[in-house]
Nanobody, 116 residues
Protein backbone atom coordinates (compact mmCIF):
# COMPACT_ATOMS: atom_id res chain seq x y z
CA UNK A 1 0.00 0.00 0.00
CA UNK A 2 1.50 3.30 -1.11
CA UNK A 3 1.23 6.19 1.32
CA UNK A 4 2.46 9.77 1.12
CA UNK A 5 2.50 12.01 4.18
CA UNK A 6 3.41 15.69 3.90
CA UNK A 7 4.72 17.74 6.79
CA UNK A 8 6.57 20.96 7.47
CA UNK A 9 3.92 23.50 6.62
CA UNK A 10 3.03 26.40 8.85
CA UNK A 11 2.76 30.15 9.23
CA UNK A 12 5.74 32.17 8.05
CA UNK A 13 6.38 35.85 7.41
CA UNK A 14 7.03 37.16 3.91
CA UNK A 15 10.64 36.54 2.97
CA UNK A 16 10.87 33.52 5.24
CA UNK A 17 11.61 29.90 4.47
CA UNK A 18 10.09 26.49 5.07
CA UNK A 19 11.06 22.97 4.16
CA UNK A 20 8.27 20.60 3.31
CA UNK A 21 8.76 16.85 3.55
CA UNK A 22 6.87 14.08 1.84
CA UNK A 23 7.49 10.77 3.52
CA UNK A 24 6.57 7.89 1.25
CA UNK A 25 6.06 4.23 2.00
CA UNK A 26 5.12 1.22 -0.06
CA UNK A 27 7.08 2.25 -3.14
CA UNK A 28 10.62 1.60 -4.29
CA UNK A 29 11.71 4.70 -6.12
CA UNK A 30 14.52 3.00 -8.01
CA UNK A 31 12.24 0.32 -9.42
CA UNK A 32 8.71 1.66 -9.37
CA UNK A 33 8.65 5.45 -9.54
CA UNK A 34 8.33 7.18 -12.89
CA UNK A 35 8.13 10.67 -11.46
CA UNK A 36 7.31 12.79 -8.45
CA UNK A 37 6.52 16.35 -7.63
CA UNK A 38 4.72 18.97 -5.62
CA UNK A 39 1.49 20.79 -6.37
CA UNK A 40 -0.36 23.49 -4.50
CA UNK A 41 -3.89 24.75 -4.29
CA UNK A 42 -4.83 28.18 -3.02
CA UNK A 43 -8.37 28.99 -1.85
CA UNK A 44 -10.68 29.44 -4.81
CA UNK A 45 -8.03 28.39 -7.31
CA UNK A 46 -7.22 25.25 -9.21
CA UNK A 47 -4.42 22.96 -8.14
CA UNK A 48 -1.20 23.93 -9.89
CA UNK A 49 2.10 22.20 -10.41
CA UNK A 50 5.00 23.64 -8.43
CA UNK A 51 7.82 21.22 -9.18
CA UNK A 52 8.04 17.93 -11.00
CA UNK A 53 10.67 15.45 -12.04
CA UNK A 54 10.75 12.27 -14.05
CA UNK A 55 13.03 9.51 -12.80
CA UNK A 56 16.46 10.14 -14.28
CA UNK A 57 15.40 13.52 -15.58
CA UNK A 58 15.64 17.11 -14.49
CA UNK A 59 13.32 19.06 -12.23
CA UNK A 60 10.89 21.52 -13.76
CA UNK A 61 9.57 24.43 -11.73
CA UNK A 62 6.64 26.74 -12.21
CA UNK A 63 7.77 30.17 -13.34
CA UNK A 64 6.27 31.72 -10.20
CA UNK A 65 8.60 29.72 -7.92
CA UNK A 66 11.70 29.27 -10.05
CA UNK A 67 14.86 30.37 -8.22
CA UNK A 68 12.99 30.38 -4.90
CA UNK A 69 11.88 26.76 -4.45
CA UNK A 70 13.98 23.62 -4.74
CA UNK A 71 12.89 20.00 -4.79
CA UNK A 72 15.13 17.16 -3.73
CA UNK A 73 14.83 13.53 -2.72
CA UNK A 74 16.62 11.44 -0.14
CA UNK A 75 15.66 7.82 -0.69
CA UNK A 76 11.94 7.70 0.17
CA UNK A 77 11.48 11.31 1.30
CA UNK A 78 10.80 14.09 -1.18
CA UNK A 79 11.56 17.60 0.01
CA UNK A 80 10.49 21.02 -1.16
CA UNK A 81 12.58 23.93 0.09
CA UNK A 82 10.62 27.17 0.00
CA UNK A 83 12.65 30.38 0.18
CA UNK A 84 11.78 34.05 -0.16
CA UNK A 85 8.15 33.25 0.48
CA UNK A 86 5.45 35.61 -0.67
CA UNK A 87 1.82 35.95 0.44
CA UNK A 88 0.77 34.51 -2.92
CA UNK A 89 2.56 31.28 -2.04
CA UNK A 90 -0.14 30.63 0.55
CA UNK A 91 -1.76 27.33 -0.33
CA UNK A 92 -2.13 23.70 0.60
CA UNK A 93 0.89 21.87 -0.78
CA UNK A 94 0.56 18.30 -1.99
CA UNK A 95 3.18 15.80 -3.03
CA UNK A 96 2.56 13.16 -5.64
CA UNK A 97 4.34 10.11 -6.98
CA UNK A 98 3.60 8.47 -10.29
CA UNK A 99 4.49 4.83 -10.78
CA UNK A 100 5.75 3.22 -13.98
CA UNK A 101 2.43 1.40 -14.09
CA UNK A 102 0.75 4.77 -14.52
CA UNK A 103 -0.83 5.19 -11.10
CA UNK A 104 -0.53 8.51 -9.28
CA UNK A 105 -0.60 8.75 -5.52
CA UNK A 106 -1.22 11.89 -3.48
CA UNK A 107 -0.71 12.94 0.08
CA UNK A 108 -3.26 14.72 2.22
CA UNK A 109 -1.52 18.09 1.91
CA UNK A 110 0.15 20.53 4.28
CA UNK A 111 -0.91 24.14 4.73
CA UNK A 112 1.56 26.94 4.05
CA UNK A 113 0.47 30.41 5.10
CA UNK A 114 2.63 33.44 4.33
CA UNK A 115 1.51 36.47 6.26
CA UNK A 116 2.90 39.31 8.30
Amino acid sequence: QVQLVESGGGLVQPGGSLRLSCTTSGILFSMEAAGWGWYRQAPGKEREQVASRNFGGITDYAETVKDRFAMSRDNTIVYLQLNALKPEDTAVYYCTVRTRAGTSYWGQGTQVTVSA
